[in-house]
């Protein structure tokens, strides 16, 4: 393997993926780099300027003027950040979060177009190999929480989030089969009739798969939004995944106005609990139940969004 192995392959594949004219690849605006800022924001719960410059390697000035073309098209609002006033929090619009979705349903099909040329036979030795190049390059370390994106569920995914936690809650605490049929109901439900506008889930995805989830879903309580399905893989544990979806509820339903979120879950899930009480939530109530074959002691816990803590 020598240097122009590697600068003989990036050619190669920047022209594969069309990198040289992203803006007409996509039919778009936008230069590639400009996309990526677009996506990061997409994917991020909370990003000031400074985590851009640190996540994408990019020079302050050049990640301004970007900045400043997406607050001119009214991509994005940028203000002082909570934590630190010194630092300017970036977040998208919905014009921004519109066309973060339009770019990725393009890239989506381009990719999509791209892997279509491929036998499938080939798919899996071509996932290998990517792996396999994203492993040795990134000098032997595991994932990393940058890695890990959120995303809305695709094709397949609601079924992931009701098989996954039947599988897991099982293996991990021997849940029967009363539990998948809660978790089925409760997807079926928001696949069937939500509002997208007061409604979300969200997918982790790492390297290509899901990891985790959580939904945010109207609750019967008046202003009232409720957490549910709070999962992440063990194997990729440790990352922050359950803090950052956890966080996704939290701003989305703060962002749509809800005045109040609520979540139900059960004492032996010991680390959920400690995510929820990071994030402000209180206990309220708890009541002992036999459930899911096992005796247990069911919690309501509630977090006020709008800040008083009353």
Not at 21 to 29: F, I, V
Not at 145 to 165: A, F, K, S
Not at 279 to 284: A, E, K, M, N, T
Not at 291 to 304: M, N, V
Request: net charge negative.
């Amino acid at each position: 393997m020598t240097v122009q192995d590697i600068r003989a392959f990036n050619r190669f594949y920047t022209n594969a993926i069309g990198a040289l004219d992203y803006s007409r690849q996509l039919y778009a605006p936008y230069t590639l780099t400009e996309s990526r800022v677009l996506y990061e924001l997409a994917h991020s719960t909370r990003t000031d300027a400074a985590d851009l410059r640190g996540e994408l390697s990019l020079d302050a000035g050049y990640l301004s003027r970007i900045l400043n073309k997406f607050e001119q098209d009214g991509l994005i609002e940028r203000a002082p950040s909570r934590q630190d006033p010194r630092r300017r929090c970036v977040t998208l619009t919905a014009r921004g979060r519109e066309t973060a979705a339009l770019l990725a349903e393009r890239a989506n099909e381009s990719v999509g177009a791209l892997l279509s040329t491929v036998p499938a036979a080939d798919r899996p030795r071509l996932a290998d190999a990517m792996r396999t190049v994203r492993t040795i390059l990134a000098d032997g370390h595991g994932p990393r929480p940058e890695d890990v994106v959120l995303r809305e569920p695709g094709p397949g995914d609601l079924g992931w989030i009701v098989q996954r936690n039947a599988a897991l809650y099982a293996a991990e605490y021997g849940w029967n089969a009363d539990y998948e049929g809660l978790v089925a109901r409760i997807v079926a439900d928001f696949a069937e009739d939500h509002d997208p506008h007061l409604e979300r889930v969200w997918i982790a995805e790492l390297d290509g798969r899901p990891v985790g989830c959580v939904m945010c879903v109207r609750d019967e309580a008046p202003a009232t939004a409720r957490l549910r399905l709070l999962l992440v893989e063990p194997d990729t544990r440790g990352l922050g995944i359950g803090d950052r979806l956890v966080g996704a509820v939290v701003d989305f339903a703060r962002g749509v106005g809800y005045r109040d979120l609520v979540l139900w879950t059960n004492d032996v899930l010991s680390a959920a609990r400690r995510i929820y009480r990071r994030h402000g939530f209180v206990l309220v109530a708890e009541k002992p139940h036999r459930s899911f074959g096992k005796d247990l002691i069911g919690q309501d816990w509630r977090l006020d969004l709008s800040g008083t803590g009353e």
